[in-house]
């Protein structure tokens, strides 16, 4: 890993994508030992329009919190993706939703399309996880964190009641993209 990693999480706003940034962040610096810091902003409108969350992971203390060069962006809306989808850098990636996300921008980076909302209806009957879907999806792509730290993360943030249907939407976002690169 580079001595500085940017990922963007975009999306509609109550999507869940600042949960996963922090989420993220913590298992970087909680459970890695790296450091990390993590952003947000949201529209005037905050539920429904493009909102995002930034996360810099580093081995070095970071001296800027913003997000410069985005190695790895998410976008889970065509909104999103319009308004946040820039400043990947030459050989990132852009996670889309393929249902949502039908213009994407050109440039010289990997887009990975993955059925994300879908995914959370289908494989584990609740879209309120979409996020932790997006989440897994993102870290098996970065491996800016372990398969086993992102858990543990997600795990620690959620209520008791609800850490099976968080398990299950982590794995099944991260063995999405496993099977979506196996068939690249």
Do not use: W
């Amino acid at each position: 890993m580079a001595d500085r990693y940017e990922i963007r999480f975009s999306g509609a706003g109550g999507q869940g994508l600042i949960t996963a940034g922090i989420i993220l962040a913590e298992a970087a610096s909680i459970i890695d030992g790296k450091h990390a810091v993590q952003s947000q902003s949201y529209g005037p409108e905050a539920r429904g329009g493009a909102s995002k969350s930034e996360v810099i992971i580093s081995d070095e203390p970071i001296d800027y919190p913003k997000a410069t060069i985005v190695d790895a962006c998410l976008a889970m809306t065509q909104e999103a993706t319009d308004k946040y989808a820039n400043g990947i850098k030459d050989g990132g990636l852009l996670l889309i939703d393929s249902d949502f996300v039908k213009q994407v921008p050109e440039g010289n980076f990997k887009v990975v399309r993955i059925p994300i909302m879908r995914t959370a209806k289908e494989d584990i009957g609740r879209e309120i996880v979409a996020n932790v879907v997006a989440l897994g999806a993102m870290i098996a792509l970065t491996d800016v964190v372990s398969r086993e730290s992102g858990e543990k993360a997600v795990l620690a943030k959620v209520p008791e009641a609800f850490i099976d249907l968080n398990k299950k939407a982590y794995s099944v976002g991260f063995e999405k993209v496993q099977e979506y690169l196996a068939a690249q």
